[in-house]
Structures are given as C-alpha cells and as structure tokens.
C-alpha cells in the first residue's frame, strides 16, 4: 500500500530525530528479560499476585510470582534510566537580586542571588508560611522569600538531565552564526534565567533528539545537556538522506511481519528512549522473542495493558497497535499544549503492550511452513495439512495456512485461558484453528499474557482481534465490573462507530484472553474486533481501520484517569 505516517516536522527536525534514530539502533541490542514461565499453577496466578502487598514504586507494579530460571543464555544490557515525569511546579523570581537562603527566614545565610524572571522548582515537604523550598535550573537547594516570587506553571518534567551513555557516538552539529546560540535548560522555560550558556559559532553539539523548534543536544566540550533552536544547529555528519526522514512505522506490504516489528521497535526506542522501555519479553513455542513494552512513567500510578495479534491471522492488529504506539510517541515529543497534555496523560497511565502476542502463528499465516524450522513442529503442522486437507477439497488445501489462527503447537491461544475452559468449545485436535489445548495456559504465550496480568495492577485492559467492527466487554462479571466494562466499552464505541455486543453475543464463546481478564483478575476490559470481512483483512481496508481505531489507546487511557479521580 505504500502507507507512511509522517509527523508534522520540519524537514531539518525529521532529518535529526531520524539520523539519532540510526546510530542508536546500530548500536545498541534489545534488552533482556526474564523468561514468564510460572512456577505457580496457571489457575492461581491472579489470586496470589493480589495476595501480596504493592510495592510503593511503581504505585501499578505487582510483586512478581516467582518462576523457574530461563535455561536458554541470554543476552544482558543495563536498563534505560526511566524518565522522571512526576509534575513539578515552576515559580517565577518576580525582584532581581533575590536571595536564595540556605533556611526559611532572612536571617539564615544567601546562597546565592537569583536574577529576575529566573525559573525555580518548588520542592514539596517543607511549608514554611512565607517561604518556597525551592531548586534552581542548575541543582542548588535553598529558600526564597514567596513575596518576591509567582506561581509560573506546571510541568511534568524536572530542571536536570543527565548526558545519556554514549553520547560521544551520537551524531553531530555544528553551531551557526545564528541570533540564538543559547543552551537552555529547557524547551518551556522562556524567561531569559533559562539559558544556561551562550555557544559560539563552530561549536560542536551531539544531536540527543527533536522537539518542536528546538534540538535536544550534549556540548561536545563540556557533556553539558541543553536545549537549542534548532535553526542554530547546521548537521555534520550526513548519514542519511535528510529528505527521506520520515515515519518509523509503515505498511508497505500486504502484511506486516514480525521482523518489520521488532525493527520498528529497536528504531522507536533509539528515537524515543525516555519514553519507551521493555520492562519484560518471553518465548514463544518456536522460541521467537515476545516482548512487551511500556510506554510512559514507570512511576504512574495507573496501568492500562493492550495485546494484539493473539491469532496469527489476525496480524494488521500488530500494524494497528505499533502505528498507536508511534503517533503516542510523536505526541510525546512534541512542543506545545498538545504535547504538554500528552505528557501530563502517560506520566500518570503507563501503557503495557504485547503488540504480537503469538508470533509463530503470524509467521505460519504469512509464510507457511517455510516460517517453522525443521524438526518435531513442521513435521506435525503438515501432517494436520495433510489429515483435513482430503476432508475438504483443493481451495481447503491453498488456504490452510493462510487461515491460520493457532500457536506452532496447533493451539487457539484465544481458547488457552482459564475461563470456563472445562465448558469451551474446542477442535477435537489440534490444528490451525479452534483447539483449546490439552489444559488451561498450556501455551508459553498464553502463560505470558496471564503472567503479565498477574504481576502488574492493571486498570483496563484491551485486546485486538479482527474482524466484525464489534466491542466485546461482558463475561459474567457483575456490579461495578459490569458497569466499568460496559462503560468503557461505549467510550471506544462513541470513537469508533463499532457497535457493543450483547450479552448473548459475549456468551457464544469462552476462555479468550479478555474472558480470564474480567473473571479470574477482575480487570475491565473489552475486546475490539477491527475491520470487516474474512481474515486476513484486505490491506485496503487499513486507511479506514485507522480512521476510526487510532485513537482507541489514549480514549482508553483517558477514561482510565478518569475513572481514578472519581473513585474517593
């Protein structure tokens, strides 16, 4: 289809953000995790997760269910620091030549004079009447008198940054002769007790990343962060094609792969690392690599969990999810008031996501056999080709694998879950289609998801599948989880057009991933059927899918912080 998102940026912005994109994805690997096979049986796992206390930080972070030790080696690589989001309230020195003391009263020592128009951050714990605890942009603590200062605004950000590792491979600009070459503290801070230092024409910065008008950049002299305009920077090195700049993720095939995936995610996380981490992964049956990424604070206080691609045919839902996560992301890094509440949304609600839950499967759907190595696997996938096959004529034969919802095993992963499992319908074998499996969670990918859900105190929860423009949101719950369910599911209703389903619809199948979601972890949630017609969708349809579903995460995430602020 040729489809690319590209983000409302000047050419010079995209070019950058692009070239940082590149050198961090060359050197850098995904991180590891711990493999999410639980010790514990699969029935239990919510039931001891909500036995146990929460730790204070992250405030949605359950304690972990333990599970037997990944034999497989794996690689090691030090976490991204997290970013700190919690907002802050900036002050304004209204006197020049105010004095910062080391106590609240005049009568203590000046650490030093504050210019006037200086931005302070108000540190919270200490409420001298008359007096603001407060820190400069440059780190130094002390008190001001609250007479001499007003309230600026506040912002989900704090005054200090640390250089990230590597800096020094980071590409290169040099400064202009330009009427701005100063280095700020930061984008929002306009007041001139903003600018740290003023660069000289020639100057070299490394090139952190982009925001609106100005470039996140390290003084390659000093390893001072800071921010400039970007029309004072000129590139050095010219690594890429600058007019080519553009979107990470795109749909440039009839179908979007898992390898296309977890190259838009290594390029996401180069360009957008204090907002995008992958805090677990796990394996799949053909030990494909399944991760799950946060987007957002580590440190939020509410949690919202999204998978896709649960069937394998069913993957335009990665597509769907992947393109979410990058427009989030754009927003993120935006300048203004858009970005400003975007960033005020996902310091508050983290966003977890699976964006291929069942990898395998969507390699078999795409590729056939030639997706499974030899060995025990292919062998049973084209004996089962092979024993329906005859039952159901040529076309059956050509389609088999195209049409295939199952897990390597031969498993419907939407069916692994322990909800009414005993009462599912199921395949008598498995096959590409419809088997439940030989016991609830057999699956690695289904016992994932479920520990997922088990370790994290998720407020919603949202699975994609395709098709039917429906919202599935009732299983059996009652009381507020009823009302919560059907709520959410009539909010991403009123920015979809799709229509919520009966009850008696929800009814017609069990022991989905949503199924064991409302019942056995009692988290709200509703499953989003998108598109229309038989699976896989026809890629056609993806502009319209767009239209009406990509706004389904930050709806979702919304209602999740407004739902926290109504409860008492």
Known sequence: MGKKRIQGRNTLLSALTLAVALTLAGASHRPSGADCAPAAPPAQLCAVARSVSLPAEPRHVR??????????????????????????????????????????????????????????????GDETPGW?????????????????????????FSLTEDAPAGWERLPRCAVRDAYDTGLRYHTYLEPRGNIATTLEPGETVHLIGATGQYCHVVRAATGQTGYMLS??????????????????????????????????????????PLWLTTPSRARSALGRDIPMLRLGAQSARHALFINASIHGREFVTSMLLMEQLESALAGLAAFGPEGDALRALYSQVAVYMVPMANPDGVSISQFGPSSVPEGAYLDQILAWRQRDCPRFGTQWY???????????????????????????????????????????????????????????????????????????????????????SYELAGVLRQVTGYRRA???????????????????CLIPGVTVEIGSGETPLDPEQYPVIWEKCGGIMETAARWVLEQSAEQP
């Open 63 to 124: 304690t972990p269910v333990p599970h037997a030790p990944d034999p497989t080696p794996r690689p090691t690589q030090t976490p991204a620091p997290e970013p700190t989001l919690a907002p802050v309230a900036l002050w304004s020195v209204t006197v020049d030549r105010s004095a910062l003391r080391e106590g609240p009263a005049k009568k203590h020592r000046c650490l030093l004079l504050l210019e006037e128009d200086a931005l302070v951050e108000a540190l919270p």
């Open 132 to 156: 603001l605890h407060v820190r400069t942009a440059r780190g130094q603590e002390g008190y001001l008198d609250a007479a001499q200062a007003r309230f600026y605004r506040a912002q989900a």
């Open 231 to 272: 029309a004072a920077l000129e590139p050095i090195d010219s690594i890429v094609d600058w007019e080519m700049a553009g979107g990470v993720v795109g749909f440039d095939t009839t179908a979007y792969t898992y390898e296309e995936m977890l190259e838009d995610i290594d390029a996401l996380a180069a360009r957008y």
């Open 398 to 484: 050509h389609d088999y694998f195209p049409l295939w919802k199952s897990n390597a095993a031969g498993v419907d992963l939407n069916r692994n879950f322990d909800a009414r499992w005993q009462r599912s319908a199921s395949a008598p074998e498995p096959g590409r289609y419809n088997y439940k499996g030989p016991a609830a969670l057999s699956e690695p990918e289904s016992q994932f998801l479920a520990r997922i859900l088990a370790q994290y105190e998720f407020h919603a929860h949202l699975s994609y599948h395709s098709s039917g423009r429906l919202l599935y949101w009732y299983f059996y719950q009652q009381d507020n989880l009823y009302r919560s």
């Open 502 to 520: 009966t009850i008696a619809e929800s009814k017609m199948s069990s022991a989905g991933f949503k199924d064991y979601a409302v019942m056995q």
